[in-house]
Every structure is written in structure tokens, then in C-alpha cells.
């Protein structure tokens, strides 16, 4: 069945409290997609993050990141007084394309007002149903989270050796010595996904599906990695020799390295263990996975960790069709989305029609060499999803505005040469940065993919001002938010027209 979706992340909705969450804005977004004739909200990962806020880089596989737990929600429960919240929000900065977040300065207020929230908090038979159906991680993340404020540092590997190793007195003690830090860190699990069940519950009141986004890696200074080094390629000291990243591509001339540690697939029980309750966890959180780096799992990118690029990496085996199996034996069959971008070799290939998921075809990609790109719309087979772009991408308008003469024709002459990617819909006499975001959006409508994804930005016709991430950059990213003037009646009947003519609503 032919479908269509948004791809918003959550930090990037309204909210007076500087960044995006779980708050009256994400149930306006969910009515604002059922206008719109949308089926899925795309969302990126919801674990709690580093200094760099990359979502992608994860604290903890299981999860859920306090900061989008919503204020207004905790005064409606009685935790919080209006008289907690100050009157000194901190302000986004601003310009015509959309407001960006004060990350720090955001987190600090909200966790302020969680500790206070936390105090009033007296806990109840659902508190304590949900810690028990999340025993096989809720005490370990939070007694590293614990342990981490008392240290002053996520980098365990500094902490002193009798619980850097976990030496069951050393868990003991400090467990009894920090457990005010490791209840209030309970609490902010139960809390966070109690306000994601309402939303989820809420989305699919309105036939609306959500797809998560699971990165492939977690933080080598994070919960999993402390709790569970026996399933990472670790050496006697704990310490990594090798690192994950990628190769040279599209996004990087120099490669990518990414610094998380690398799983030990020769450890096959645990490591799927730990696979397998971390798939459940996220089929908990959202009805659709998107496995980033999905080719990864068939052979991952080995960078040595004292090196500054990915130039001299290699390639190791990874554990293929195994995993999914043990996976469909253990927790059931999914609905899932393939990341496939990047390197793909036939033995990736082969993996990805093994499983049968979809994998992405990405318009952005599809003019930088000929007729025989995979991305090009004739090129597409039903079983694939169709981005214009992904959070790793220029918005489309600033896409094009660092295209070269070359590129711009070839989009011309295709156009020219496949009228039927538009059925008729656009008269194209020019190709220019007024009417490419209309051009690729109804180029992805009207594919033959079964599943397209456009990012909010490309709807609204913003400019590289509203990208979420530049890959290999580590700071300045992970900050667009939506202005609340956004999401209007017009622009729900213009997503809504081009989805039905499509036929996809």
C-alpha cells in the first residue's frame, strides 16, 4: 500500500520552553499530519545524549532522553507549580528560516525543574510495574547515571578500577551511597515513557504510524558499553583499539570516524542477547525501526582509534542474515526500514533482499553521475522508501544552491527525458532554487516507491540555515526548531493535494 510520511525530529517542534518534546505541540503535529492525509511521522533516535547532543551517538541503547519530557504535563499532574517555572525562559536564537536551541543552556533549566518535579513524586504500583518490565536495564543506566554525576564525568573508564569493573562490593556501596541520583534517574524513565505512550497512543488515533530511528553504534562513555563490555571489542583494560566509522562517500572526502566502540559478534550469546531486548525495547517505542547503517550488519568499518580520519580502516564481517533471524525467533516479525546508504556491495545487496525490509532511495543522490543511478526515480522497484533527504542532507533549496552548472542540467534533461516521474503535474520550462523543492517532492510522490518521506524543510522551501546535521562536524548541529507559525492551513492543503494525486493518502 502506497504511503507517505514527515520526517520531523522531536527537538525540533515548538515549545516555550526551547526546544521540542512531548508537550501539546506533538499532538498538534500528529492532527496536523492526519489533515495533511500523512500515515507515518518519522522521528530521529529519543536516547539520551552527550556534550555534542547527537542523537546518533546514544548514552544508552534503552533509554529515553529526560529533556523531552514536557513541564506543562508535570504542573497538569500537580509535581510542578506554575510558581517552580521561571520567568526567565532561555530564549532560541532566531532568523526567517526558524529558531535554533540553547542545548545546554535548555537542558540545564529543564533538569532543574525535573529534580524539582522528582521531589513531589511519591511512587505507586504502575512505578513499579513499569521498573519490573524494564529490569534488564533501567538499574544498570541508572547507577551509571549516578555515578556519573558523582564522578563529574561519563568516562568510566577514569572512574576507580573496583567499579570501572564492576566488582559486585563496589556496585553495592555506591548503589546505597547515590541512590537519590538513581531514583530520580528511574523516575525520569518512567515519566519519559509514560508521556511517549500517550503520544504514540494518540498518533494512532489518528492513523498515523511512528518511525523510530535506531542508531547502529551506542557511546563508548555509556551505560551499554560500562554494563555490558563482554559484547563490545574491548581490550584487558576495557579500553578500544579499533572504532566504528565509514569509508569516504558522498557526505565526507576523508571518511568518517565516529569513535564508538565496536560490538563483539564473536561473543554471539550475549551480543544477541543484548540485540534482541534492545529491538524489543524500540518495537515498544514506535511502530516502524529504521536501522541506521544498516550494512553494517553484513560488514562494518574498522578504524584504528588512534588515527584522526577513517582514511585507514577496513572491513570486518558482520553477523548477516543470523541476527534478523535470531531476532524473528525471539521477538517476532517487524516492520522495519533499511538504511542502506553509502558502500553497498552485492553481499549488502543480498542481505537487504534476504530480509525483505525497504531500503532508501534518496533524490539528492541521484544527479552526480548518470541514467544508471539506483537513486533515479525509473530506477526505483516498489519495495524501497524515497527520501528527498535524510537528517544527514542539506534542505533541498540549500542542495541545490551548491549545485554545479553540470548537475543542474542533467536535472533539466532528465525531466525533459522522463515526464512521466511527474505524470504531467509540473510544467518544468526551468529548474531553478523557486520550484526545485516542488519538482523533487512530487519527483518522490509520485515514484513508484511504496513508502516516501519528506523532510518538514523541504516542504516549507527552506535553505541550508534549517539543515540538522553536517556528518563529520561535531558541534553546531541539532538545533533547528520550527517556528509556530509554521505548520499552516495552507501548507497542510498543499501536502495534502500532492499526497492524494499521488495516491498515497
Not at 532511495?361 to 527520501?387: G, I, M, R, W
Not at 540549500?398 to 525531466?415: A, K, P, S, T, V
Not at 523543492?437 to 541550508?464: G, N, W
Request: a negative charge; hydrophobic letters at 35%; charged letters at 25%.
Amino acid at each position: 500500500m502506497r504511503k507517505a510520511g514527515i520526517l520531523l525530529p522531536v527537538f525540533s517542534l515548538p515549545n516555550r520552553f526551547g526546544i521540542g518534546c512531548f508537550s501539546q505541540e506533538a499532538y498538534d503535529f500528529i492532527d496536523f499530519l492526519h489533515d495533511s492525509k500523512q500515515s507515518y511521522w518519522q522521528v530521529l533516535p529519543l536516547g539520551p545524549t552527550g556534550d555534542a547532543f547527537s542523537p546518533y551517538d546514544p548514552m544508552s541503547s534503552f533509554a529515553g532522553n529526560p529533556i523531552y519530557i514536557d513541564i506543562d504535563t508535570l504542573v497538569r499532574k500537580g509535581l510542578l507549580k506554575h510558581s517552580d517555572i521561571p520567568k526567565d525562559i532561555p530564549c532560541n536564537s532566531y532568523d526567517t528560516f526558524g529558531r535554533y536551541i540553547r542545548n545546554s543552556e535548555v537542558k540545564d533549566l529543564k533538569m532543574q525543574l525535573l529534580r524539582k518535579a522528582y521531589s513531589n513524586f511519591t511512587a505507586d504500583n504502575s512505578f513499579s510495574q513499569f521498573i519490573d518490565e524494564n529490569s534488564y536495564w533501567i538499574e544498570d543506566t541508572a547507577l551509571f547515571y549516578a555515578l556519573s554525576r558523582h564522578f563529574g564525568s561519563t568516562d568510566w573508564h577514569n572512574w576507580p578500577q573496583d567499579i570501572r569493573y564492576r566488582r559486585m562490593s563496589a556496585v553495592i556501596y555506591y548503589s546505597a551511597k547515590l541512590i537519590e541520583d538513581y531514583n530520580f534517574f528511574r523516575w525520569t524513565q518512567y515519566e519519559f515513557f509514560s508521556e511517549w505512550n500517550d503520544i504514540l497512543s494518540y498518533a494512532h488515533s489518528r492513523n498515523v504510524d511512528i518511525v523510530g530511528d535506531m542508531p547502529i553504534y551506542t557511546s563508548y562513555q555509556g551505560a551499554d558499553c560500562w554494563s555490558h563490555p563482554e559484547i563490545f571489542q574491548l581490550d584487558a583494560d576495557l579500553k578500544y583499539t579499533d572504532v566504528s566509522g565509514c569509508p569516504p562517500d558522498a557526505f565526507s572526502s576523508i571518511g568518517q570516524k565516529w569513535n564508538n566502540p565496536l560490538y563483539n559478534w564473536h561473543n554471539r550469546k550475549d551480543t544477541f542477547t543484548w540485540w534482541g531486548e534492545r529491538i524489543r525495547q524500540n518495537f515498544r517505542m514506535f511502530d516502524v525501526l529504521r536501522i541506521d547503517h544498516f550494512r553494517g550488519l553484513e560488514s562494518y568499518y574498522s578504524i584504528p582509534a588512534g588515527d584522526d580520519t577513517a582514511l585507514n580502516g577496513h572491513w570486518e564481517k558482520g553477523p548477516g542474515m543470523s541476527l534478523f533471524n535470531y531476532l524473528a525467533t525471539t521477538i517476532g516479525n517487524h516492520r522495519y526500514f533499511a538504511e542502506d546508504l553509502g558502500y553497498i556491495t552485492p553481499e549488502v545487496r543480498h542481505l537487504l533482499d534476504e530480509t525483505g525490509f525497504p531500503g532508501m532511495k534518496v533524490l539528492q543522490f541521484a544527479f552526480d553521475s548518470d541514467l544508471h543511478n539506483p537513486y533515479l526515480p525509473h530506477n526505483y522497484t516498489e519495495n524501497c522508501v524515497v527520501y528527498t533527504g535524510t537528517h544527514d542532507n542539506n534542505t533541498l533549496r540549500g542542495w541545490f544552491n551548491e549545485q554545479n552548472e553540470y548537475r543542474i542540467q542533467f536535472i533539466y534533461d532528465y525531466l525533459d527525458d522522463h515526464r512521466d516521474v511527474l505524470n504531467g503535474t509540473l510544467d518544468v520550462s526551468s529548474v531553478n532554487e523557486d520550484n526545485i523543492c516542488d519538482i523533487m517532492i512530487h519527483m518522490a510522490q509520485l515514484s513508484i516507491a511504496d513508502t516516501c518521506i519528506i523532510p518538514i524543510q523541504d516542504y516549507l522551501e527552506l535553505d541550508r540555515r534549517a539543515r540538522n546535521n553536517v556528518p563529520s562536524i561535531a558541534e553546531g548541529n541539532w538545533n533547528w526548531q520550527l517556528r509556530d507559525d509554521y505548520m499552516t492551513h495552507e501548507l497542510s492543503e498543499r501536502i495534502k493535494k500532492i499526497t492524494v494525486m499521488a495516491e498515497r493518502a
